[in-house]
């Protein structure tokens, strides 16, 4: 099913290069538009050095995107029906998509990375800490994987699948991702500070800096496999509400 879900990545090479493509030019965009206009305290050398973190994650939700829009082709081709005829059971379609998804995520954050480190990211990271971040970022693509596959249940349309995602897309925004939360109106701070994205984003901040992180990367972790267990449960029910 992983080998599957790869080769149709592959049919579908636009929308691949879209996904790695789009966080780059942001990326460019946050650094060279409107990097000379924040402000982020004396506690970093160049924007660049703050917004990077939040643009790997960003990566990673519009990577697990694509998900959606797959299993909603899926259930939609009919190709459904083969597959239970031949007694393949909801859980490997579904987890096959997700470990594709991961597969080319890795890929696309390992190039957002890279391309950071052409326009003057200069990590300080520890082996430990390398580790550490590798597990945040991998345990929410993961995650995020999930629930993108569970949306592609739930929408009739891949149009529609790919519409739903952009609210997941969107979460980095009100975070710290791009500017402090100090900076954000007063009303924001509360969901700023309390959603599943900001913990993540300081982790991988402080992990790639080689700074304080608490214990942002527990509580990350914590929400990642929340995450996780909601997305497999409702991925699973519909499934079977979608199969009858």
């Known amino acids: 099913m992983t080998g599957r879900s790869l080769l149709i990545s592959r049919r579908n090479i636009d929308a691949v290069i879209t996904s790695m493509m789009l966080p780059i ?10 990097g000379g ?8 050398d160049s924007y660049v050095m703050y917004v990077v973190p939040g643009v790997l994650f960003l990566s990673a939700g519009f990577g697990s995107a694509t998900t959606a829009v797959a299993v909603s082709e899926d259930m939609k081709g009919g190709i459904i029906d083969r597959f239970r005829s031949l007694d393949i059971g909801g859980t490997p379609i579904l987890a096959g998509h997700v ?3 991961t597969a080319r995520n ?11 480190l052409l326009i003057g990211f200069r990590p300080a990271a520890t082996p430990a800490g390398w580790l550490a971040l590798v597990a945040v970022l991998l345990a929410y693509i993961v995650a995020l994987s999930w629930i993108s596959a569970a949306i592609g249940l739930l929408a009739r349309t891949p149009e529609a699948a790919g519409g ?13 991702a791009f500017v402090p939360v100090d900076s954000m109106p007063g009303w924001l701070h509360g969901f700023a500070d309390h959603q599943p994205v900001t913990p993540a984003i300081e982790s991988l901040r402080g992990l790639l800096l080689d700074q304080p992180v608490g214990n942002a990367p527990w509580i990350a ?6 995450i996780l267990l909601v997305a497999i449960a409702l991925s699973g029910a519909l499934f079977r509400m979608r199969t009858r």
């Open 99 to 101: 470990a594709a998804s």
């Open 106 to 116: 890795l890929v696309s954050t390992t190039l957002v990375f890279a391309i950071a």
């Open 37 to 44: 206009a924040i402000d982020t305290g004396n506690a970093y």
């Open 25 to 34: 030019m942001l990326m460019l965009i946050f650094v060279y538009f409107f």
């Open 221 to 226: 972790l914590a929400w990642a496999a929340g």
């Open 164 to 176: 739903f995602t952009f609210f997941m897309s969107f979460l980095p925004y009100p975070s710290s």
